[in-house]
T-cell receptor
Framework: EDKVVQSPLSLVVHEGDTVTLNCSYE??????LLWYKQEKKAPTFLFML????IEKKSGRLSSILDKKELFSILNITATQTGDSAVYLC?????????FGKGTRLSVIA | NAGVTQTPKFQVLKTGQSMTLQCAQD?????MSWYRQDPGMGLRLIHY???????DQGEVPNGYNVSRSTTEDFPLRLLSAAPSQTSVYFC???????????FGEGSRLTVL
């Protein structure tokens, strides 16, 4: 069974801190790695990564993929309370997305 | 612009009852899937479909049944509800296995 492992499982930071969330995967037929943010309802899409070493950026969030070492990181700089959420990573292959258990990020003022 | 629509949003069942969670998408996506989400467990795949008439099992298929008679609809049936099926269920669709998943708003099911 293909696994996606996220770490840490939970994290508490203060506003303004920078955080790094980790996602490792073990898979054959890998196609892409996706990051989602989940607040109270359905996950919302953040990034899709297919190539190693190319950073994707959206505002204070950025992500990069290392296909040789089979991991990805999601960075959030200058965190705000609105960043509090569960962050999910998922990998695609020959079947629908396989998700990790998520990292619960809490940003306190 | 509806996207993926799930109904009902909330449901309470008694053990042994059956029910169907409805899912419809208007994006003409071939790929549809059902996930369940339990605290601390991420999203686990129940069943999926790669097109009308084609379905397959995911990681946790036991106790659930699906069919895909049209591109738009992908209902999930609970045959005989058990307390272990208390969960939040998400239906999702996509144009490609490599692409972004589009989620419904979720259905919270409680089995007493």
């Amino acid at each position: 069974e293909d696994k996606v492992v996220q770490s840490p499982l939970s994290l508490v930071v203060h506003e303004g801190d920078t955080v790094t969330l980790n996602c490792s995967y073990e898979v054959t037929n890998f196609r892409s790695l996706l990051w989602y943010k989940q607040e109270k309802k359905a996950p919302t899409f953040l990034f899709m990564l297919t190539s190693s070493g190319i950073e994707k950026k959206s505002g204070r969030l950025s992500s990069i993929l290392d296909k040789k070492e089979l991991f990805s990181i999601l960075n959030i700089t200058a965190t705000q309370t609105g960043d509090s959420a569960v962050y999910l990573c998922a990998r695609s292959g020959n079947t629908p997305l396989v998700f990790g258990k998520g990292t619960r990020l809490s940003v306190i003022a | 612009n509806a996207g993926v629509t799930q109904t009902p949003k909330f449901q309470v069942l008694k053990t042994g009852q059956s029910m169907t969670l409805q899912c419809a998408q208007d994006m003409n996506h071939e790929y549809m899937s059902w996930y369940r989400q339990d605290p601390g467990m991420g999203l686990r795949l129940i069943h999926y479909s790669v097109g009308a008439g084609i379905t397959d099992q995911g990681e946790v298929p036991n106790g659930y049944n699906v069919s895909r008679s049209t591109t738009e609809d992908f209902p999930l049936r609970l045959l005989s509800a058990a307390p272990s099926q208390t969960s939040v269920y998400f239906c999702a669709s996509t144009y490609s296995y490599t692409g972004e998943l589009f989620f419904g708003e979720g259905s919270r099911l409680t089995v007493l």
